[in-house]
Every structure is written in C-alpha cells, then in structure tokens.
Nanobody
Framework: QVQLVESGGGLVQPGGSLKLSCTAS?????MGWYRQAPGKERELVAR??????DYADSVKGRFTISRDTAANTIYLEMNSLKPEETAVYYC??????????WGTGTLDTVSS
C-alpha cells in the first residue's frame, strides 16, 4: 500500500503563490496533482506523463510541477492564484502495476 503525504496548503491572497509537496512511501511509476473545488468534480491540475508533463489549460504558464525522484517527492508551484482556484488539492500516484492512489488532500484557499 502506497502512502502519499501532502503538505504546503493554506490561505493566500489573490495573485499570491503557494507551493505544495507530496511524498510517496515507496518508489512509484507516476505522480501528479488534481483538485476539487466546492460543488465541482475533481480535475487534473498537472501530472507527469510518458512524454513529459500535462497541465490543465487553465493553469499553463502559472503552475509548475517538478519532482525529486530520489526522494519520491513531487511539488506543485502555483503562482498568480485566483479565488476560483480555491479547492482541495490531491496528490495522485500510479504504481507499476497500474493501481491508483490518492492523498488525503490539502485545502488551498485563495481569498482576500
């Protein structure tokens, strides 16, 4: 069983920045970030893919996903945050046998 531990969420003003991190308890095949805003479905934010990285169109140019492979850790740097991006951000991972895992989520609130 893979455990995913997220950190870095919180309250930020519009236009501000946050950096999230997620560490997996063991080596994992793939990792990424999703989010779920109140009353909405969970959506992809950014993830690593076979060809590099995938980003939601709405975050391109403002968010950056990065990783420390040796530490089984990924990061999500979020800049120019908007109030509508208030959501619970979830770390996602996929194992080498194609099993998906989710973190418990971290609430990011963008408000003045």
């Amino acid at each position: 069983q893979v455990q995913l531990v997220e950190s870095g969420g919180g309250l930020v003003q519009p236009g501000g920045s946050l950096k999230l991190s997620c560490t997996a308890s063991q080596t994992i095949f793939n990792m990424g970030w999703y989010r779920q805003a109140p009353g909405k479905e969970r959506e992809l934010v950014a993830r690593f893919s076979r060809d590099g990285t995938d980003y939601a169109d709405s975050v391109k140019g403002r968010f950056t996903i990065s990783r420390d492979t040796a530490a089984n850790t990924i990061y999500l740097e979020m800049n120019s945050l908007k109030p509508e991006e208030t959501a619970v951000y979830y770390c996602w991972a996929r194992s080498f046998v194609d099993v998906a895992y989710w973190g418990t989520g971290t609430l990011d609130t963008v408000s003045s």
